[in-house]
């Protein structure tokens, strides 16, 4: 292959069918490909405060979804709770079939999920690059022992992990800023940065939380073609997001939460039009 920037290799998932893009003409959306996540009756309280209470839906495999709604409508909550930073009070969640609900988030991450905070978290005293190249192996496991018994191997990984997590860094634009601390650069680069510490990850599906929230809109475009490139790759994403242009221009389907329930969902024309929805947005401001 050659010409402009290629992802960075996604793998194929063990062989799960999940059908190449051809030529970049449409997407693979709800194939029964890797990444279609199921979430079923999902609650999650705070003392009285039920945040999400009672979610359904499904973010289809190979598809970008976009997770709408009002502030405090639960969208944050029912991320943290997909991605095992909470246990569910009710309800399930499934990865390609596989229930993942309740599990601690590394056990989340290593089914394929990986997610990204609305508030960057980046390790601020470390480069870019040391940022990108710690985030654990999926596959992890054998490392342990590796390190005692081939010593030569382990040295080969690494020079491996750190090539993957260089191609990834250009992927994402950041290669001029890889040596600079992770914390003295822009929000906006720095929510790149966690894209790029999800997809080190050889993810599944991603989950992005604002991803354009403060960031300038030069880079804005830069994360819209990256998602875009690595959807055509067959990524699924689940992408939580105020900007209307974004959700727009970037989902296949839209997920719409009110006061910890779905009030809608479908194809975006037909969701912003929805008068439920705008009244949730305050008398059309979702425009
Ligand atoms: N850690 C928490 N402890 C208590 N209440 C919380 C916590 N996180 C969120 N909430 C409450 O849950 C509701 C949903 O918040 P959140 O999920 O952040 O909404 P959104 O992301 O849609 O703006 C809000 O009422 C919020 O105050
Ligand atoms: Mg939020």
């Known amino acids: 292959m050659s010409g402009g920037t290629r992802p960075p290799e996604l793998s ?46 499904v973010a289809e495999a190979g598809r970008i979804t976009g997770l709408i709604g009002p502030n405090g409508a639960g969208k944050t909550t029912l991320f943290n709770a997909v991605a095992g930073e909470y246990p569910l009070d009710a309800g399930s969640v499934r990865l390609d079939g596989e229930q993942i609900g309740s599990l601690p988030p590394y056990r989340v991450f290593s089914h394929g999920l990986a997610r990204t905070f609305q508030i960057p978290r980046p390790f ?13 192996e999926r596959q992890a496991g054998e490392r342990f022992w590796n390190s005692w018994l081939r010593p030569g191997l382990v040295a080969r990984e690494e020079r491996r992990n750190m090539e993957r997590a260089r191609e990834i860094i250009e992927f994402c634009g950041l290669t001029k800023v890889e040596r600079q601390l992770a914390g003295a650069i822009s929000g906006g680069q720095q929510k790149l940065v966690e894209l790029a510490r999800a997809l080190m990850a050889d993810p599944k599906i991603v989950l992005l939380d604002e991803p354009g929230a403060g960031v300038n809109p030069a880079l804005l475009d830069t994360i819209v073609d990256r998602i875009v490139e690595l959807n055509k790759r067959g990524l699924s994403f689940l992408i939580i997001e105020h900007n209307m242009d974004f959700i727009m221009s970037l989902c296949d389907h839209i997920v719409v939460m009110a006061t910890g329930r779905v009030i809608a969902e479908g194809e975006p024309d037909t969701v912003i039009a929805d008068p439920q929805v705008i009244d949730a947005y305050l008398g059309g401001a979702i425009q």
């Open 124 to 136: 601020g005293g470390m480069t870019v690059l040391e940022n990108v190249m710690c985030v654990p």
């Open 12 to 57: 194929a998932h063990g062989g799960n069918g999940r059908p190449a893009t051809s030529g970049g003409t449409g997407r693979p959306a709800g194939d029964g490909g890797a990444g279609r996540l199921e979430v079923a009756d999902v609650v999650k309280a705070f003392g009285a405060n039920r945040a999400v209470d009672g979610v359904s839906f």
